[in-house]
Structure formats: C-alpha cells, structure tokens
C-alpha cells in the first residue's frame, strides 16, 4: 500500500522565494497533519486538516505560512516569503480517525533550505 | 500547554545490552501514549502505543507502561541490536479538543556491535 506522500525530498531556494510543499495523504484518511522539525525545537505541529478543513492552525509560526487541502487527497503548505530560519524537515502525516486511537502515518519529509 | 520530557541523547549502548530511554508527560487530561521511531532520512513510524492507565504497549521486543502516578510512559527492550540504531520520540496526544500529538524531543540511539 502507498504510504503518504511528499514532494518535493529536498528543497533548496533563495530568501525571499516562494515555497510550495505537497503532500498526498493515505486513501481514506480523514485527518491530515502538518509537523516541522528542527534541531532547536524538535517536532513541532503546525497545522492540522480533519475531512478537508482546518482544525488547528495556532502552531502556524507565521502569516508568511499557509496551509491548503482542496481535495481528501492533496494537501499544500506555502511560504511565502521564505526566510532562512525556515530552513527544516517538514513532514506530513495522515490518520484515519483522531490520535487518539489511531496512528499517524508520516511521509519521508521534505528538506527545505532558505539560503 | 501540554508537554513531553524524554532523556537527552545520544545514548551509546554495545549490542545485546539493555535499554531504557525515559519519558514523563505532563498530567493535564487522559492522553493517549505513544512512542515513535525515526531512521536516517525517513518520516516517523510507530512504534507502539497505550491509551489508558497500567497498559502496556509492545512491539519488536520493545515496551513501555503508561503509569498516571509517576506520569512516566518509558521505553525498554531486553536486548538491543545494531539495527535499533534510530531516533526515538515519545508523543502524547495534545488535548484540549485537540487531535494532534505533542512530542518530545527525540532521543538518538546508537548501538555498537
């Protein structure tokens, strides 16, 4: 079975530059997550979607970010303008069902550096 | 908020020798428990996970107990193999309403032959 995934795996751009992370979630989950991990602060949540809409944005470092899912199986996170402190791993993850219970499935993550 | 406290790594240990990495959370609610495992270069996979109080979670020879008195969930397997070599998280459900997870900040285990 396909896992959940992310493109691009890595990422490099200039400061300033627009930034466009995607992400397919597992078929049939109904809850996507957005985390960004760094060395600093570990994994942090940013973002999460339940049945296409957002929940929880309050981890959203910034208005420079934002988070879409037009459809149950995409989902996009935008920086726009990117800065070099954005520089991280961002995963996504996918779950059937709230955490609760249910795992979450993560993608391989998506290596973003802001020169 | 709610938060996850795990020991600092890296941890060394020799192939075979017994592991304990720990974990306390902070007591707000009725969170669900889990451990997570993260290879080079790879997203998290769970690794296992307990949803109430005195279960115990299992998988690959590793285990842990969620115990609400100490508040601990840690993690431990009997003997360990180069290929335990990895990055480990403990996360509780965040709460609140919330379905996301809040995690600690990993603990790098590294396992010599």
């Known amino acids: 079975d396909a896992g959940v995934i992310q493109s691009p795996r890595h990422e490099v751009t200039e400061m300033g530059q627009e930034v466009t992370l995607r992400c397919k979630p597992i078929?049939?989950?109904?809850?996507l997550f957005w985390y960004r991990q760094t060395m600093m602060r570990g994994l942090e949540l940013l973002i999460y979607?339940?049945?296409?809409?957002?929940?929880?944005d309050s981890g959203m470092p910034e208005d420079r970010f934002s988070a879409k899912m037009p459809n149950a199986s995409f989902s996009t996170l935008k920086i726009q303008p990117s800065e070099p402190r954005d520089s991280a791993v961002y995963f996504c993850?996918?779950?059937?069902?709230?955490?609760?219970?249910?795992?979450?499935?993560f993608g391989d993550g998506t290596r973003l550096s802001i020169l | 908020g709610n938060s996850v406290t795990q020991m600092e790594g890296p941890v060394t240990l020799s192939e075979e020798a017994f592991l304990t990495i720990n974990c306390t959370y902070t007591?707000?609610?009725?969170?669900?428990l889990f451990w997570y495992v993260q290879y080079p270069g790879e997203g998290l996979q769970l690794l296992l996970k307990?949803?109430?109080?005195?279960d115990k979670g299992s998988n690959k020879g590793f285990e842990a107990t969620y115990r609400k008195e100490t508040t601990s969930f840690h993690l431990e397997k009997g003997s360990v193999q180069v290929s335990d070599s990895a990055v480990y998280f403990c996360?509780?459900?965040?709460?609140?309403?919330?379905?996301?997870?809040?995690f600690g900040k990993g603990t790098h285990l590294i396992i010599q032959p």
């Open positions: 996360a509780r459900t965040s709460g609140g309403g919330a379905d996301g997870l809040t």
């Open positions: 007591a707000t609610g009725y969170p669900s």
């Open positions: 979607f339940n049945n296409n809409v957002p929940i929880d």
């Open positions: 993850a996918s779950s059937l069902g709230d955490s609760f219970n249910q795992p979450q499935h």
């Open positions: 078929s049939g989950h109904d809850y």
């Open positions: 307990a949803t109430k109080a005195d």
